[in-house]
């Protein structure tokens, strides 16, 4: 363990190119750092030095970058490496001596690989087999350059929709330029970074003027440029390299449009011209919840205005200050006490196979909200069911539990020999009582047992904590859901369904596996409540088995699917 603050360790990545196949293995360099450079801000470090050595070295002397390295650590410049395996750092006993020696002493602190933490207190074993087996090169040096294909697409962006301007190359998985787009949308920053246009304005000079269309696909494109288009546009990182890769943000592969400068130039130009991203204002719980079942696409809402000119008493709609065409001024107040719907819809993007438009009609808040409430009571539990289902998953995991713990135990005991055997195998080694092969075997066997026992041990997850969130997840929900804010709600149904769809304005709910096992454990409640559970199952009297045996039956069933859920 390290017993300084990261900060204040010199640390050097250590890099080394391989002479195997040049061309090949350029990317694995290159990934090498990058997952050095991750593993660096892991731990909290800051990188000093990269280090690179580019000739394969199974001789001690060809080597001027490890030659460099070892002499900064004696210089005591160094005292942290990052490498991306002991392979890299060592190849041959010679060199391995040195720096087993130099951690042991102290001078090195420590030696991390993103699989392996080496400290001078640490039992010296371990690294000494990663450090002088050299053997086992052939087999690293496939699986890195898998590693550094994968590396490529990673790094290279691919993403299945690229925005306005540019296109997917689909067999080099790249990202290229749209021949039709990639100018004019580069024109349509340049035109927001002279400042002197809004955002309607460039709409109009990129629709009128340049001809511009958004990029037709099968069922969607071939528009005209609208303002929410334009802005998604101007604020999206893409246009300056940046790729989102999951959680990770990545500088992509692709031709930048702009440079990052000029992204946070047009930031700052839209918020002086007070931009706002379309509907922010408005909050709708109930957006991109549905799918429209006629033509699957996601449903929107729309908020509506009504009310009446105050002198001819004509109705309007408006939702802007305007003149009415009786003459009369139309203010913002009016407007603000006029009567306010908010509608449901169909965004109806894309045309249907028949080439008509989808043809569902709206549906009143109110209206969608009523049916929320009434599917959300198949799914409601009564606080007095729940508290007596949980004591029921307890007595169902105390035996699991124990069973669990004996597991354990063996595996602990497995893993603690399959350490003395590897240890022995390197005695055996070093004082050449069995060959390098013979040795070597005998360590992949160990290790892939290691391997197993550890595999075995991340699957037994503890389903019980998540099936009790949900149970409290459904208690009194009807009432629960009520109280909630737009947003809660919005949070909540997402948590609950998983695809439900409007048709005809009636909502076909879609609940979860385990939300639908549970809503059928309502029937439990018509039976007697108080204590059926004395001190285990076992315990039971035949008569209460009998009498819950339904609900046991669905208890259990919620435990098998979750625990075998989390296993996949
Ligand atoms: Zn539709
Ligand atoms: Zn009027």
């Not at 997917?168 to 024109?187: A, S």
């Not at 300056?240 to 946070?264: A, C, D, W």
């Not at 080439?355 to 909200?369: A, D, F, H, N, V």
Request: proline content about 4%; aromatic content about 8%; glycine content about 4%.
């Amino acid at each position: 363990m390290l017993k300084n603050a990261p900060q204040q360790y010199k640390v050097a990545l250590y890099v080394r190119k391989s002479s195997e196949s040049e061309e090949r293995q350029i990317l694995s360099i290159d990934s090498q750092i990058s997952h050095l450079r991750e593993l660096a801000e892991q731990k909290g470090f800051l990188i000093k030095e990269i280090i690179e050595d580019a000739a394969s070295a199974y001789k001690a002397s060809n080597r001027p970058g490890f030659d460099l390295l070892m002499q900064r650590i004696n210089q005591q410049q160094i005292d942290i490496i990052l490498c991306w395996k002991g392979d890299r750092l060592a190849r041959n006993m010679t060199e391995g001596g040195k720096i087993m020696d130099l951690l042991q002493e102290g001078k090195i602190k420590g030696i991390l690989t993103p699989y392996q933490h080496y400290y001078p207190e640490d039992n010296i074993l371990p690294l000494a087999i990663e450090l002088g087996m050299a053997k086992q090169y052939s087999n690293d040096l496939s699986k890195n350059i898998k590693r550094g294909n994968k590396t490529k697409i990673d790094r290279g962006g691919f993403c299945h929709r690229p925005p306005c301007g540019y296109l997917n190359n689909r067999f080099e998985k790249t990202i290229i330029k749209d021949p039709d787009r990639f100018k004019v949308v580069k024109k349509i920053f340049q035109l927001m970074l002279t400042k002197q246009y809004s955002m309607p304005q460039i709409c109009t000079i990129a629709n009128e003027q340049w001809g511009f269309k958004t990029r037709q696909t099968k069922r969607m494109g071939g528009n005209p440029l609208k303002v929410s288009t334009l802005h998604k546009i101007l604020t999206n990182p893409f246009y300056y390299g940046l790729v989102r890769n999951g959680n990770h943000q990545k500088i992509g592969n692709h031709t930048p449009m702009i440079s990052q400068g000029e992204f946070y130039k047009i930031k700052d130009i839209l918020k002086s011209q007070g931009a706002q991203k379309p509907n922010e204002k408005m909050f709708f719980a109930y957006t991109n919840l549905f799918r429209c079942q006629e033509c699957n696409c996601s449903i929107t809402a729309e908020e509506k205005i009504k009310y009446n000119c105050p002198k001819c008493k004509k109705k309007q709609g408006a939702k802007n200050p305007k003149q009415c065409t009786c003459g009369f001024q139309i203010t913002k107040k009016i407007i603000q006490k006029g009567r306010h719907y908010t509608y449901y819809r169909c965004t109806k993007k894309k045309k249907l196979a028949n080439g008509r438009k989808c043809s569902q009609p709206c549906i009143r808040k109110e209206i969608l909200e009523e049916q929320i409430l009434h599917h959300l009571s198949s799914i409601n539990l009564h606080t007095e069911f729940i508290e007596f289902a949980k004591k029921a998953l307890d007595l169902f995991t105390a035996q699991e539990n124990k069973q669990k713990g004996l597991k354990q135990k063996k595996n602990q005991q497995k893993q603690g020999l399959i350490e003395k055997q590897l240890i022995n195998a390197m005695k055996m080694r070093m004082a050449d009582e069995i060959s390098a092969e013979q040795f070597l075997s005998l360590k992949i066997e160990l290790e892939k047992e290691k391997r197993f026992i550890q595999k075995n041990k991340i699957q037994s997850k503890d389903w019980k904590k998540e099936a009790k969130q949900s149970l409290e997840q459904v208690q009194n929900i009807r009432k629960r859901f009520l109280n909630l804010s737009p947003k809660e709600k919005k949070t909540l149904l997402n948590k609950l369904g998983s695809n439900p769809t409007l048709f005809n304005q009636k909502l076909l709910p879609d609940w979860k596996k385990h939300y639908s096992i549970f809503s059928s454990l309502q029937e439990a409640k018509t039976y007697r409540l108080e204590s059926p559970l004395s001190q285990s199952i076992s315990d039971l009297n035949q008569c209460e088995k009998e009498h819950h045996i339904s609900w046991w039956s669905k208890l259990d069933e919620v435990r098998t699917f979750l625990s075998t859920e989390k296993q996949e």
